[in-house]
């Protein structure tokens, strides 16, 4: 059987405005890096979108970028500039979403409010995008480190150097949001703050990070009874033992750093490969910290997408289901495309990237154009196991949760094995409970691989297939030393 020359990238729950705005953003590559992937592919079932990768597309765009880093010694800061500035520029923005009373607006402010929202999210995509596709670098960095390991019989040791040298050097929006609690938890400790100033604490940190979760429409934001919670369980702790968390997530970026200078020496590596394994922390970073971002504009432009909706009798879901010209159309003449044409959309879509143009096709035409690009995937055959690659070390046995969605946080309990496509902000409860993460996507600078290093939690990842081979309360072993899954049948 011919193999087809797409491969699953990811696979997630989210509204069709997201995959138009994350498919012309590829546009926006070109503008100001100068190349960008030839193609990519978005396919969508309901509410179900999966992201595919042309191999050899992407292949060529991780060259390109490798040649940027050898001929432009200021192209990894110059990344980090244009990620900073947009990401500034879109909490700059989600602050205004906020404190603005949409109702009260003319049609043409809101139009304008909206496009701004629109062009500033866009913008955070460029950066976001350099750091996923980077297939080459990871492998060259990976052949150099395993041929140093080699010389001195060390070849078991490649993941752990490979996970320091690539970790990121700054906090996450996720370790900003727990290192501000632990602060106000402190201060309640230490008793520097009075009843009313522990509550305008937690309202502001409420307002400035319940948004985090929300990666989708479907997912609610955090809400102040999870905050208090959070407190309540903190402050049974002794102030010794908060002190030192508090102080742990505060140097851990400058430990990470004292660590890879460590290596660096232990191995004489030359400056060329730092600049590469400094490029993937820098970048795996980014992802973090879009992630979040992006999640936070989600929650902040809700009222936004709502009251536009309610202004021409349509849900805020039903606004998300049309692209950036067609809300603006609606807005500035209330128009709507043929009512078929998004019923069509809904049930099946596809938006495709190739060589600078999109395409945007609906129902049977979609379905047309899917069964051309994708033809018969190959089915995996699955034994007795699955494989995935090491994110974090470890060996557990345990009972298995499937956790895909929000709704599905209840199932899971102290010491389950958390099973699920890819870890995101929404599972962090399940995270803190699990005894061993595993995943069907990712590699090992991915969300799931970054979380489980700061959990310390035995972590596999990019198995494809273990959310559709393992059931909940299935008994696996967790090998996370050679990245095995053993099950029975």
């Keep these: 059987m011919k193999r087809s020359k797409w491969e699953k990238l990811v696979e997630r729950r989210s509204d069709f405005w997201k ?39 992407v292949r ?19 990344i980090l500039h244009i990620f900073e500035v947009a990401q500034r520029n879109l909490l700059s923005i989600n602050e ?73 050097e700054r906090p996450s929006l996720i370790q900003e949001e727990e290192r501000e609690l632990l ?35 479907e997912i609610s ?22 002190q030192e968390q508090y102080q742990y997530i505060c140097h851990l970026p400058t430990e990470t750093k004292k660590t890879k200078v460590k290596i660096y020496q232990l191995f004489f590596t030359p400056e060329r490969i730092r600049q590469l394994f400094y490029f993937i922390g820098q970048t795996t970073w980014i992802r973090l910290v879009g992630r979040n971002t992006f999640a936070l504009a989600h929650h902040a432009s809700r009222p936004l997408f709502e009251e536009i909706g309610r202004r021409h009798h349509l849900s805020f879901k039903e606004v998300k289901w049309l692209t950036v010209p067609e809300i603006d159309n609606l807005i500035a003449h209330d128009i709507l495309p043929p ?49 995935g690659s090491v994110a974090y070390p470890g060996k557990v046995r345990g009972k298995v949760k499937i956790i895909i969605t929000q709704k599905n946080l209840q199932k ?41 290093r700061e959990f310390k939690i035995p972590c596999i990842v990019g198995t494809k297939f273990a959310t559709k081979v393992l059931k909940d309360d299935d008994i696996v072993e967790i090998d996370a030393n050679q990245g095995i899954i053993k099950f029975t049948k």
């Excluded at 001929?71 to 800061?77: A, E, L, M, V």
């Excluded at 379905?367 to 055959?381: D, M, P, T, V």
């Excluded at 929404?426 to 996507?441: M, P």
Aim: hydrophobic share 35%.
């Design 19 to 57: 995959n138009y705005m994350m498919i012309v953003s590829l546009q926006e590559v070109k503008k100001i890096f100068g190349f960008t992937l030839q193609e990519h592919l978005t396919t969508r079932e309901g509410m179900n979108f999966t992201h595919w990768i042309s191999l050899q597309s």
């Design 60 to 78: 060529r765009f991780s060259l390109q970028i490798e040649h940027e880093i050898q001929k432009n010694t200021r192209f990894i800061g110059e």
């Design 96 to 168: 205004r979403l906020k404190d603005t009373d949409f109702a009260s607006l003319a049609d043409q402010k809101l139009r304008k409010i909206f496009h701004e929202f629109c062009e500033q999210y866009l913008a955070l995509y460029p950066g976001f995008h350099i750091g996923i596709y980077t297939s080459t670098i990871e492998e060259k960095v990976k052949r150099w480190l395993l041929k140093q390991l080699k010389s001195t019989n060390q070849e078991e040791k490649l993941n752990d150097y490979f996970i320091q040298l690539t970790a990121p």
């Design 183 to 217: 602060n106000i938890v402190l201060k309640i400790k230490k008793k520097v703050t009075t009843k009313k100033t522990k509550k305008f604490l937690v309202d502001e940190h409420v307002a400035k990070y319940a948004g985090l979760p929300v990666i989708n429409d």
């Design 221 to 242: 934001p955090w809400n102040r009874s999870y905050f208090t919670r959070r407190l309540t369980v903190l402050l049974k702790k002794p102030l010794t033992q908060l």
């Design 339 to 387: 009512n078929q044409k998004i019923e069509e959309r809904k049930k099946t879509s596809l938006l495709l990237f190739r060589n600078g143009r999109i395409v945007i096709k609906e129902g049977e035409e979609a379905k047309r154009q899917i069964k051309k690009e994708l033809g018969s995937q190959l089915k995996k055959q699955i034994e007795e196991s699955l494989r």
């Design 412 to 452: 899971m309990r102290k010491g389950d094995i958390l099973i699920t496509r890819m870890t995101t902000v929404e599972l962090l409860s399940a995270i803190r409970k699990a005894s061993a993460i595993v995943t069907d996507e990712g590699g090992i600078t991915c969300h799931a691989a970054i979380v489980s």
